[in-house]
């Protein structure tokens, strides 16, 4: 079995900051990219951010030069680290892994954290 659990949520004023943090436990080899993705209500699920194993990183335009990727393969973890939060920013946002189980990288979620800016 293999679990992925986001922490970090809350709400949080304009301006503001927060930091997410999600962990990968069980049985598990090895993890590949690592995502946040988020989901606000009424419109689709979107990808905010990745991170290889390697450290190379990607964003959603809307979030670049405000929100920071980051992981520790060691403890399997991922982070985000958002500043200069807007109203837009709020959604539900999820951890999802790419992890080597059973023989093949399979894609996991976590439940999701929710994330409110006020304005």
């Known amino acids: 079995q293999v679990q992925v659990v986001e922490s970090g949520g809350g709400l949080v004023q304009a301006g503001g900051s927060l930091r997410l943090s999600c962990a990968a436990s069980?049985?598990?080899?090895?993890?590949?990219?690592m995502y946040w993705h988020r989901q606000a209500p009424g419109k689709q699920r979107e990808l905010v951010a990745s991170?290889?194993?390697?450290?190379?990183?990607t964003y959603a335009d809307s979030v670049k030069g405000r929100f920071t990727i980051s992981r520790d393969n060691a403890k399997r973890t991922v982070g985000l680290q958002m500043n200069s939060l807007k109203p837009e920013d709020t959604a539900v946002y999820y951890c999802?892994?790419?992890?080597?189980?059973?023989?093949?990288?399979?894609?996991?979620w976590g439940q999701g954290t929710q994330v409110t800016v006020s304005s």
């Open positions: 069980g049985s598990i080899l090895s993890i590949n990219t």
């Open positions: 991170i290889t194993s390697g450290g190379y990183t």
């Open positions: 999802n892994a790419d992890v080597w189980h059973m023989g093949a990288y399979r894609n996991y």
